[in-house]
């Protein structure tokens, strides 16, 4: 399973969205030399930078690298899953149906964590609830710390779980209470050296009272205002597909947790420990439906299909396993198998699956397609980012001939100020953010302390260009007047560039930087020595 995941990640790429280059730009960032909290913003999701670092550091900047780190994700988490829902349906076809939904549904390439943390913690929850042993115990501080660096809200959600599952699996409340300590204690060891470097560097408090108000916005700009409608007579309409999965998830989440302590207290459980298992994934499942789904529902609801489908892999075990008379045990068997079928058709929906089959070539008569797809892909996976066929945001598509003359007349080492959310420019330009900011968020980082120490790192590095979309100008200027006084008192204006649907980019210039020449292909100033031409005297 682990291997069909990859290479549906490989096969169906067709580049990144611009919300997974904001992990890579800090990525490339620290490549640079610079460290999180101490050289830039850091929203929490430390680990995740350090592993997109080391696959470039180890096999070069290009995309191909960060496809393999998705991949290897997606995959891991896959195989996770089938053992899981192996474990708690007792049936490996069960299992391996509700993983196949789990990779079709494609969650977006910067949501591999999501399916490599949550199908571990499956795996780590089932285990601990059989038997908490000292082994298990570390292992799940490990995972939760583990996801802790890879986004907060992972650690939390996780730990919170397995905290449950090991309290709960306890045979009293001595042993309820050294068991927790030792999970604690671990987890704490093993984080001890991030707080330590946040609380010199920023200070804890700070750091996580602006998360969490990042967080918050987050939340207020994407909350369903309304619920998902869903109307049976209208059939599978996107709207009824997407409004299905949103239901299914907290009925599965609900429907498990109830069964769960049904059975535990009539005593119905088929092995020790399997009701809080259930419980503590369920737990999960209501925590992640509840933070995850929300708007645009479409691209957020396979975040939520791990544990959903760890719980609809039990479900489906008791009633594929279930024992009674006839009349009652085939329509019930029958029921579920015409859920499943409905739900498979919306993940089909949701994943896009048959646009993306057709595009790789599989409808066609021939492999010539399939081999021309193939070799499209790795082509992309290959070449600069800037080349490729398909770009993550209008702002860089408008920006490829900047990016070749950034790449043509500067060093690696210079750094570009961007004042609006695009980092997919740095990493197509290759080339590190200005400032310790990715973007400049409105309402955040915006303290006269917070632009001095802005001002600061920027008076450290080379920063020969500012862009401003100019979309985003007015809330810059709003919330960042000291950063844009410098910016008008050292920079000129270079080029205005127009962006369909857009107001356009300004790019500047810094004055007062030595020219090293003119660029052939746009007359704009060079400020690296340029490639010398092959053949040229």
């Not at 645009?296 to 396979?302: F, G, S, V, Y």
Request: charged share 15%; with cysteine; aromatic share 10%.
């Amino acid at each position: 399973m682990c291997l069909v995941a990859v290479c549906w990640q490989f096969i169906t790429y067709n580049g990144f969205p611009n919300d997974h280059y904001f992990h890579v730009a800090r990525a490339r960032q620290m490549l640079l030399g610079a460290w999180p909290v101490r050289d830039f913003v850091d929203v929490g999701a430390p680990l995740m930078y350090v592993i997109s670092a080391a696959s470039r550091w180890l096999f070069g900047d290009f995309a191909g690298p960060e496809l393999l780190v998705v991949g290897i994700g997606v995959g891991v988490g896959a195989a996770a899953t089938v053992v899981g829902a192996s474990w708690l349906s007792r049936s490996t076809i069960v299992a391996t149906g509700v993983t196949l939904l789990e990779i079709l549904a494609s969650p977006r390439s910067y949501s591999y964590p999501k399916m490599l943390l949550y199908g571990l913690a499956g795996c780590m929850i089932v285990a601990i609830a059989a038997q908490a042993s000292r082994a298990r115990l570390f292992t799940a501080a490990g995972l939760t710390a583990v996801a802790f660096l890879m986004r907060h809200d992972h650690g939390l959600f996780i730990g919170a779980a397995c905290a449950m599952a090991i309290v709960l699996s306890a045979p009293g409340l001595a042993d309820a209470a050294r068991r927790s300590g030792v999970f604690a204690a671990a987890v704490a060891v093993l984080l001890a050296p991030w707080a330590a470097w946040v609380q010199y560097h920023q200070g804890l408090v700070p750091y996580f009272e602006l998360g969490i108000a990042v967080s918050r916005r987050e939340a207020d700009i994407s909350v369903l205002r309304d619920l998902p409608h869903l109307q049976l007579a209208a059939g599978l309409t996107t709207a009824n597909v997407h409004a299905w999965l949103y239901y299914l998830f907290w009925t599965l989440a609900v429907v498990a947790l109830v069964l769960a302590l049904w059975r535990r207290i009539t005593r119905r459980e088929r092995w020790a420990g399997e009701s809080v298992a259930v419980g503590a994934i369920a737990l999960i499942a209501l925590t992640l439906d509840a933070s995850f789904l929300r708007n645009p529902l479409e691209t957020r609801l396979a975040d939520a299909m791990v544990p959903g489908c760890l719980l609809g892999a039990w479900l489906l075990g008791l009633v594929w396993m279930m024992k009674g008379r006839l009349a009652f045990v085939i329509p019930v068997r029958l029921a579920a198998s015409v859920l499943f079928a409905v739900t498979a058709v919306a993940i089909w929906g949701v994943g896009d699956v048959h646009d993306k089959l057709d595009e790789v070539g599989v409808f066609e008569d021939d492999l010539e397609h399939l081999q021309q797809h193939t070799a499209a892909v790795v082509n992309a996976l290959t070449q600069p980012e800037m080349d490729a066929r398909k770009l993550p945001s209008r702002v860089s598509a408008g920006l490829v001939p900047f990016f070749h003359y950034v790449n043509r007349c500067t060093a690696p080492t210079d750094r570009l100020l961007v004042s609006g959310p695009y980092a997919d420019v740095f990493v197509l330009a290759r080339r590190g953010f200005a400032g310790g900011h990715i973007a400049f968020t409105e309402g955040f980082y915006h303290s006269d302390a917070d632009q001095q120490l802005t001002l600061q790192r920027m008076k450290r590095e080379s920063v020969p260009f500012v862009v401003l979309p100019l979309d985003d100008q007015d809330a810059f200027a709003r919330s960042f007047p000291q950063v844009l006084a410098h910016v008008t008192a050292a920079y000129d204006l270079l080029a205005d560039i127009p962006v369909d649907g857009l107001k356009g980019i300004r790019i500047l210039v810094e004055r007062a930087r030595p020219r090293l020449g003119t660029d052939s292909q746009t007359g704009w100033p060079c400020f690296a020595p340029q490639p010398q031409v092959a053949g040229a005297l």
